[in-house]
């Protein structure tokens, strides 16, 4: 092995045929064909996908792993409308998003508010994904 190389200017015959390849199916865990790799990696999986290399004929087995999960905090937009959570007893916060523009969304049971507002008013942690 040329050790004078960094690791991004090595170049193994798998890292050359991996970016010729094209996915040709995408398996997802408890399908037939990742029960075996199931068994290994366990909640792990996240799925299994074949390559094929058009080039040489050749069929790549490849597994995505998750390694690591964390909560993110989502950094408001101040030009960017959120659907905020703000508890009906919360009477002054919802004063407060009503005079800084918020308008009650009754389908989803949320505050429509502006970034701006979010961030001023310290409630990001409130935004909700839907």
């Known amino acids: ?4 190389k960094t690791w991004a200017e ?8 991996l970016r010729t390849t094209t996915v040709a199916r995408t398996l997802w865990p408890g399908m037939a ?5 199931q068994c ?6 996240v799925c299994v996908r074949y390559r094929h290399d058009l080039a040489h004929t050749v069929r790549f087995t490849t597994i995505e792993l998750l390694v690591d999960e964390k909560r993110i905090r989502i950094r408001p937009q101040p030009d960017r409308i959120y659907g905020v959570r703000i508890d009906w007893q919360e009477k002054d916060l919802t ?11 009754d389908t989803q049971k949320l505050w429509r508010l502006s970034g701006k507002t979010v961030l001023q008013l310290g ?8």
């Open 10 to 17: 090595r170049e193994t015959p798998i890292d050359r045929d």
């Open 1 to 4: 092995m040329n050790h004078s």
């Open 123 to 130: 409630i990001g942690h409130r935004i909700r994904q839907r």
């Open 33 to 37: 064909g990742t029960v075996a790799l």
């Open 95 to 105: 004063q407060r998003a009503r005079a800084s523009g918020g308008v009650w969304d």
């Open 40 to 45: 290994t990696h366990g909640e792990q999986l």
